[in-house]
């Protein structure tokens, strides 16, 4: 499995950068084309490997969602103070460990959120699902797996074959997802929801109205509650939960660098407002 963090650095870095997450059982591939269209835009952009992905496979069952919190806050710790503007952002777990570093740090310009898993409820989970509470609390956690499959997170059919393929050599992402991890991104979930209003940062929403993982319930949760003056949610049509693969891939991108310019420029109208006063 690919593993290896992204780090995209201008020769002489400006003075905003990203840095993103990836998803549950993923890796920082399926955010690389994203990251390069950030840093061609002109941001430094950083890519890290969550503890218990790209290594080996056995390390899932064991992670818990204290080690990824720890390791976000950790990074943003150590990259923050060489930038004027910080943004975080992610997918699918990515997205709720950005929302978890926006509820503990003030100091985060802004936070871009893509197709956030705040319920695990989209349509291709498994419809035995209400059994969830009985193997996470056993040892059967240990043990059990949901296997990924059609569609893979993927509405164009083109690029689904060509993730299904990347998968099968297990070369970009795990091919199923342990329920320990599941409980772990769940047991997650449910603290941020529950902190969620001391979210304050500028905030954009991307969910896909077909997400196949988790429904648009996670996004409008976000969007109704956190406390951010500044915030959009976007609502796509024609993906799934793969949005920065699918069909509407460069409308993210369009409006994803539109928020991080305009709230660029917001943040430098603040500072220099403060400075005359």
């Known amino acids: 499995m690919l593993s290896l963090d992204i780090e995209l650095i201008h020769e002489r870095s400006p003075v905003s950068a990203v840095m993103l997450f990836h998803g549950l059982t993923g890796s920082p591939f399926e955010l690389r084309k994203y990251a390069k269209f950030l840093y061609e835009e002109g941001y430094d952009v950083f890519c890290f490997c969550?503890?218990?992905?790209?290594?080996?496979?056995?390390?899932?069952?064991?992670?818990?969602?204290?080690?990824?919190?720890?390791?976000?806050?950790?990074?943003?710790?150590?990259?923050?103070?060489?930038?004027?503007?910080?943004?975080?952002?992610?997918?699918?777990?990515?997205?709720?460990?950005?929302?978890?570093?926006?509820?503990?740090?003030?100091?985060?310009?802004?936070?871009?959120?893509?197709?956030?898993?705040?319920?695990?409820?989209?349509?291709?989970?498994?419809?035995?699902?209400?059994?969830?509470?009985?193997?996470?609390?056993?040892i059967i956690k240990y043990y059990y797996t949901f296997m990924e499959r059609e569609p893979f997170g993927i509405k164009n059919l083109f690029v689904r074959k060509k993730i299904a393929r990347l998968m099968q050599n297990n070369t970009v992402a795990l091919d199923n997802y342990p329920l320990s991890a599941i409980g772990e991104l769940l047991t997650l979930s449910k603290k941020?929801?529950?902190?969620?209003?001391?979210?304050?940062?500028?905030?954009?929403?991307?969910?896909?109205?077909?997400?196949?993982?988790?429904?648009?319930?996670?996004?409008?949760?976000?969007?109704?509650?956190?406390?951010?003056?500044?915030?959009?949610?976007?609502?796509?049509?024609?993906?799934?939960?793969?949005?920065?693969?699918?069909?509407?891939?460069?409308?993210?991108?369009?409006?994803?660098?539109?928020?991080?310019?305009q709230t660029d420029g917001v943040k430098h109208f603040e500072r220099k407002r403060m400075s005359v006063i």
């Open 50 to 138: 969550l503890p218990g992905h790209g290594s080996h496979e056995i390390d899932i069952y064991n992670v818990k969602y204290r080690d990824w919190t720890n390791f976000v806050s950790e990074k943003y710790r150590s990259l923050r103070g060489y930038y004027e503007n910080f943004y975080v952002g992610g997918l699918c777990l990515g997205a709720v460990l950005a929302l978890f570093l926006a509820q503990k740090f003030n100091t985060i310009t802004g936070i871009i959120c893509l197709s956030t898993t705040l319920y695990l409820d989209g349509w291709s989970v498994p419809k035995y699902d209400f059994l969830l509470p009985l193997g996470l609390n056993t």
């Open 192 to 261: 941020v929801r529950c902190s969620i209003k001391e979210i304050n940062s500028p905030i954009i929403i991307f969910h896909s109205a077909e997400d196949d993982l988790t429904s648009r319930k996670s996004a409008d949760f976000v969007y109704k509650n956190v406390s951010s003056v500044h915030r959009q949610k976007i609502i796509l049509n024609n993906s799934y939960h793969l949005i920065l693969y699918d069909n509407e891939k460069e409308y993210v991108y369009k409006k994803t660098i539109e928020f991080l310019s």
